[in-house]
């Protein structure tokens, strides 16, 4: 099978994960020794990364009906080992009602080919989106930064 078709696969089993709530089906397109660096929060390494996902993904959908779409903006494989970005739309719906929570956030994955065939998320690294923006800048600035560097 194609590299960039099987983390497609695998991105696809990690979606439906969340579209179904089934934490089994999720946890398992990330690898043993995942290094988690989730926005927010701390960061987690291997065995204790896998048990704290467990536990917030059994609170997540103990408190919400989960809908997420995925954005990937590039794949690059290197022999065993594999980057991906781009973008999770979230969608939560509260399961005691009340108003639904959508947001965006970047994503940068580093996937590794286990001895199995399978590729797993390595490296899992989210961040939120903001809205593009040009930052303000003093065109005089720039010029004198650049004249001084030269």
Sequence with gaps: MDHIYAINVAKTEFREGFNTSDIVRILEVFSPGLVDFSDGQPSFYGEEAIAVMRSRLKRLFANYNVGVAIVI?????R???????????????????????????RYFECWEKGLDGKWRIAIYITNKDHPPEMPDFDLNDIIASAQASS
């Design 79 to 105: 022999g065993t080992t594999a980057t991906d970005w781009g973008w999770h739309e979230w969608r939560l719906i509260p399961k005691a009602g009340g108003e639904v929570v959508s947001y965006r956030e």
């Design 73 to 77: 903006a590039d794949i690059a494989i």
